[in-house]
């Protein structure tokens, strides 16, 4: 059975959707370096970092970054589609997102990692720079990846929950819905896949799908 660390509202999401496409029995462990807890605890055990999502396989293989984790499950799992279309297109994708836009989210969630304990106008400024070039990231990847979010069967791949999931922090589909109105509807028809769709309405049951 796969292990996976993680908690609603986090990269997590993603990977779930992954393990029920390659129809493997799975358990999630709530878990997160801003949690407290027995869970949390076991993750810092196999990964100080106490990032989410972290994935242990069946054979005690410890696994991190989310890119990683879905193209390990892609591959492994070839029928779960994860990597059907442009493999090459898939893979680079997956690596801008976590180089590009996850890490400008770290930035923004915790700039003090970043920059120490300056004041909070130090730590606004930097916030709200990352922030504009977190959206203009997405722009970029809109243009160089707006084709590449589907298999042939019209199901999503991991690029697109990658990016369905990832767009969903810190203002950038609101962003998108601006300046890339198509990207934002290609999105929105991953949000609306019908194995997507509850477990994005179970980590964000506010959210305004409309």
Not at 54 to 68: F, Y
Not at 109 to 121: M, S
Not at 146 to 170: C, E, I, K, Y
Request: charged residues 15%.
């Amino acid at each position: 059975m796969y292990t996976l660390y993680g908690i609603d509202e986090s990269g997590s999401c993603m990977i779930e959707i992954a393990l029920q496409r390659c129809a493997v029995p799975w358990r999630r462990v709530d878990a997160a370096s801003w949690a407290e807890g027995e869970g949390s605890d076991e993750l810092a055990r196999i990964n100080p970092l106490k990032q989410v999502p972290t994935l242990v396989t069946p054979d005690g293989q410890v696994l991190t970054e989310s890119a990683a984790i879905l193209i390990h499950l892609g591959l492994e799992f070839p029928g779960s589609d994860l990597l059907a279309g442009n493999r090459a297109q898939i893979i680079r994708g997956l690596v801008y997102i976590a180089a590009n836009c996850y890490s400008a989210i770290g930035i923004i969630d915790y700039p003090q990692r970043w920059i120490g304990d300056v004041n909070e106008t130090v730590q606004a400024q930097l916030v709200t720079g990352t922030r504009r070039y977190l959206h203009q990231a997405w722009v970029i990847f809109a243009d160089q990846f707006a084709g590449q979010l589907f298999g042939p069967n019209h199901t999503p791949n991991a690029l697109g929950l990658m990016a369905a999931a990832v767009s969903r922090w810190d203002e950038a589909r609101d962003a998108l819905n601006g300046l890339a109105p198509s990207f934002a509807q290609s999105l929105a028809q991953v949000d609306a896949d019908p194995i997507v769709a509850p477990v994005f309405a179970r980590h964000w049951p506010e959210w305004n799908l409309s």
